[in-house]
Each structure stands twice: as C-alpha cells, then as structure tokens.
Nanobody
Framework: QLHFVESGGGLVQPGESLRLSCEAVGFTLTYYDIGWFRQAPGKEREGVSCEGAADRRTYYADSVKGRFTMTRVNGNTLSLEMNNLKSEDTGVYYC??????????????????WGKGTLVNVSS
C-alpha cells in the first residue's frame, strides 16, 4: 500500500529548530512534485514549500522564506528543516506528493498522496 511515514514534530520554544522527515513507502518520489503543507487550529490548510520533479525549483511561502529549507534527501524521503520557529508556525504539518503541485504550492483536495500529519507546537 502506498503511503508516507512522517516523523519529527514536537513542542519547542520560539527561536528553536525542528526537522521533519517524510518517507514514501511503496513508491518513489523521483517523478513527483513534493511539498509540505500545514494547518493551524481553525485555519485552512496552506502550502509551506513545494518542489517540482522536473526542474527541482523550490517554492517557499513568504511567511517561512529564509527560515525553512525543504530537501529531497533521496529517492523516497523529503525533509523540512525549520529554524527560528515562531508561535504562528504552530500547526499540523503534512507531506504530500502529486504529479503537479503547481507553481505556488496551493492546497487542493485532489492531491495524490498525503502523510498523516505531525504536530509542531511552538510555545513559550
């Protein structure tokens, strides 16, 4: 069965760092656009960072630019390094893969594969 296994969430204080990891099981990510999305309490899911399979260009939301780095670690794993975390980064983070995530990493319900989500809680 094709699915993702996510790890790395937790509770941290503002200014600290976390690294999220997501491993694809049963398929390879080589030919998929990949991305990280998040959903804060009471808000809609939003794109954090996405990378195209063909051009390997990486998009970052303005709110995380300069603080977060997404990486294709290998053919079936992606990571999200998050530095200088802020309280507004709190939410459930999901990895995702699709044949096309578009140029601006926008969420839509029909994305092919989703991780189950991992909670990131930034609080003092």
């Amino acid at each position: 069965q094709l699915h993702f296994v996510e790890s790395g969430g937790g509770l941290v204080q503002p200014g600290e760092s976390l690294r999220l990891s997501c491993e694809a099981v049963g398929f390879t990510l080589t030919y998929y656009d990949i991305g990280w999305f998040r959903q804060a309490p009471g808000k809609e899911r939003e794109g954090v960072s996405c990378e195209g399979a063909a051009d390997r260009r990486t998009y970052y939301a303005d709110s995380v630019k300069g603080r977060f780095t997404m990486t294709r670690v290998n053919g079936n794993t992606l990571s999200l390094e998050m530095n200088n975390l802020k309280s507004e980064d709190t939410g459930v983070y999901y990895c995702a893969a699709d044949t096309s995530l578009g140029d601006y990493c926008e969420y839509y319900p029909g994305i092919d594969y989703w991780g189950k989500g991992t909670l990131v809680n930034v609080s003092s």
